[in-house]
Nanobody, 118 residues
């Protein structure tokens, strides 16, 4: 299993911006970001293969940007124009499929809280 270490996140008012970052212990083909709000299932936010174009959940398209640095074995999620409904614990994940289905990811970061107040 790949070890993933997250950083970033925090609290911001609606309309603000935050970043979350994740560094992996080794290179993986697919890295993604998921989030889980209290009482809700974990949902996919963005996924990116090593050199390809990312895919985003409809709810974050145009506001979130995933990037990867293959040399650093890292992925970042830049979030702008944040909304209260973006409040959740955000997880990075490493896996083998170009999908936002969490079942295709077997390594997970520790989670980072993102809180957006109205």
């Amino acid at each position: 299993q790949v070890h993933l270490m997250q950083s970033g996140g925090g609290s911001v008012q609606a309309g603000g911006s935050l970043n979350v970052s994740c560094v992996a212990s080794e290179y993986t083909s697919h890295m993604a970001w998921f989030r889980q709000a209290p009482g809700k299932e974990r949902e996919g936010v963005a996924v990116m293969a090593g050199g390809g174009k990312p895919v985003y959940a409809r709810s974050v398209r145009g506001r979130f940007t995933i990037s990867r640095d293959n040399a650093r074995k890292s992925t970042d999620l830049q979030m702008i124009n944040l909304k209260p409904e973006d409040t959740a614990v955000y997880y990075c994940a490493a896996g083998w499929a170009f999908t936002l289905n969490p079942q295709n990811f077997d390594s997970w970061g520790q989670g980072t809280q993102v809180t957006v107040s109205s």
